[in-house]
Nanobody, 124 residues
Framework: QVQLVESGGGLVQAGGSLRLSCAASGRTSSISFMGWFRQAPGKDREFVATIRWSDGNTYYQDSVKGRGTISRDNAKNTVYLQMDSLEPEDTAVYYC?????????????????WGQGTQVTVSS
């Protein structure tokens, strides 16, 4: 089992920045990918970014390219999402997820472990 705990959400003005953190515990050696997803009210959960645990290879949703940076600290078993130039459209609950399978995926259904989520609200 893998447990994930997010932190770092909050209220920020448009144009501002936030850094989200996700601490993993349990069978972290089994993790192949860590991902960030978000879900706005009334919308489906959508992919934001993912990182391969072994070598840090990253992949982003087009709408966050250039504004978002996913990174990891293997020693701390923690993954981060730095979001800059935030827009009101970025308002959502942000979730951290872990994938055991070694093939990269952007589908929420293919991530087996999830954190509780952290709210990010961007005011205009």
């Amino acid at each position: 089992q893998v447990q994930l705990v997010e932190s770092g959400g909050g209220l920020v003005q448009a144009g501002g920045s936030l850094r989200l953190s996700c601490a993993a515990s349990g069978r972290t050696s089994s993790i192949s990918f860590m991902g960030w997803f978000r879900q706005a009210p009334g919308k489906d959960r959508e992919f934001v970014a993912t990182i391969r645990w072994s070598d840090g290879n990253t992949y982003y949703q087009d709408s966050v390219k250039g504004r978002g940076t996913i990174s990891r600290d293997n020693a701390k078993n923690t993954v981060y999402l730095q979001m800059d130039s935030l827009e009101p459209e970025d308002t959502a609950v942000y979730y951290c997820a872990a994938r055991i399978n070694s093939v990269r995926s952007t589908l929420p259904s293919l991530y087996g472990y999830w954190g509780q989520g952290t709210q990010v609200t961007v005011s205009s």
